[in-house]
């Protein structure tokens, strides 16, 4: 009964933040995931990639419930969304198979300094008066691709790294975030793909697992948070872009100290 009140309780949060910010509630359900998988007795060696796999097969369906809410408010650059995707999924996949060869504490000590370098560049940015346009398609390929990677890699739906981008490419804060949570799909089905094949025959894993995916974490979060991400998409709208980039590095600085602190004290 605590394990399913734990998950209800991560897809709540995670659906509300994954609609507010598009970040995919990943930020929210590994370290959750990592706690319950350790109560359950979970090996060691796999607690981190059945973690991030699990988040990234819940971002599959919880981003379909942010797409439409934020599709109501007509803010998400389906043209941005069409150009990236390619890269986004061979991303997916690649990120997926680096993080079946890394060990946890070197994923947390990679990410960390990452996110703290994304929240300042949102902090300092300029919200207006920059106008810079797509890139093309090698570039937007090759932008996906990283997307993709680093997503895959940490169990994120892309929010971390696509808004910032997006919005460095002038795309106004609402519509970057709308933008991320609809990019949000492709990363985590190629990512969920690629853990299910990476995990397929992995000791250790947690009952009812397909790879490195937990069915029954899967169904917890994604109920709860099919509540909370159209919750969290309501508020983006209601709120200025500063609010939105102030928020959003807020969200990016707690991550960063958490998986600092998570491997250094491991």
């Known amino acids: 009964m605590m394990e399913v009140l734990l998950y209800l309780l991560t897809g709540g949060i995670a659906g509300t933040l994954a609609g507010l910010l598009g970040i995919g509630g990943g930020v929210i359900i590994v370290p959750v995931l990592v706690f319950v998988f350790q109560y359950q ?6 607690i981190m ?7 990234l097969a819940t971002i599959v369906i919880t981003s379909l419930f942010s797409i439409r809410a934020h599709q109501r408010h007509g803010a998400i650059r389906w043209d941005a969304f069409r150009r990236i995707t390619p890269g986004i999924l061979a991303g997916g996949l690649l990120g997926a198979a680096v993080a079946d060869s890394l060990p946890s504490d070197t994923l947390r000590l990679l990410f960390a300094p990452f996110m703290v370098a994304v929240a ?3 902090v300092l940015a300029r919200t207006s008066g920059t ?3 797509l890139p093309g398609p ?14 895959a890699l940490f169990g994120i739906g892309g929010g971390t790294i696509s808004v910032p981008f997006l919005a460095w490419c002038g795309v106004a804060a609402r519509n ?5 949570a609809a990019i949000g799909f492709p990363i985590a089905l190629s990512g969920t793909i690629g853990f299910v094949i990476a ?7 947690p009952e009812w697992s397909i790879g490195y995916v937990t069915a029954p974490a899967v169904l917890g979060i994604v109920v709860a948070s099919s509540i909370g991400a159209p919750y969290g998409a309501k508020l983006t709208h209601r709120l200025p872009d500063r609010i939105l980039r102030l928020v959003f590095a807020g969200v990016l600085i707690a991550m960063a100290i958490k998986m600092f602190l998570g491997a250094s004290g491991s």
């Open 41 to 46: 007795g979970v090996h060691t060696s796999v």
């Open 176 to 180: 970057a975030v709308a933008t991320s």
């Open 131 to 133: 106008h810079r346009p």
């Open 138 to 151: 090698v570039g937007m390929f090759g932008a996906g691709t990283f997307i993709g990677t680093i997503s």
């Open 120 to 122: 300042l560049q949102l």
């Open 199 to 205: 995990g397929w025959s992995a000791a250790g894993r």
């Open 49 to 55: 990639h059945v973690a991030i796999g699990t988040s």
